[in-house]
């Protein structure tokens, strides 16, 4: 199994930027692919972007493509969320999800992801 902690969240203003992490613990990070999803007050924990074990396949979600850039460093075993023009919709705890089974495309359901993190608060004043 694998243990993930997020940190990197806080309070930022719109349009600013925002990176965060998820360190990995436990069995060999580089065998799970990873995701981030967020919940927002009210609202469903919705899927944000995915990436493979290795990293060379990325998907995100519509609403912030563009904007938001993940990836991972199998070295550090820690996987990253960089957030750039960030939106007051974006307001939401951000969750490091990870899954070690081998699949053919980017998961993007919550329960398709077997470890979660504790999450992290990002909110973004208008």
């Not at 069995?27 to 799970?32: E, K, L, P, V, W």
């Not at 967020?38 to 563009?66: H, L």
């Not at 089974?101 to 470890?115: A, C, H, K, P, Q």
């Amino acid at each position: 199994q694998v243990q993930l902690v997020e940190s990197g969240g806080g309070l930022v203003q719109a349009g600013d930027s925002l990176r965060l992490s998820c360190a990995a613990s436990g069995r060999t990070f580089s065998n799970y692919a990873m995701g981030w999803f967020r919940q927002a007050p009210g609202k469903e924990r919705e899927f944000v972007a995915g990436i493979s074990a290795g990293g060379g396949a990325i998907k995100f979600a519509d609403s912030v493509k563009g904007r938001f850039t993940i990836s991972r460093d199998n070295a550090k075993n820690t996987l990253y969320l960089q957030m750039n023009s960030l939106k007051f919709e974006d307001t939401a705890v951000y969750y490091c999800a990870a899954v070690s089974r081998v699949f053919m495309r980017i998961l993007t359901r919550v329960d398709e992801y077997g470890y979660w993190g504790q999450g992290t608060q990002v909110t973004v004043s208008s």
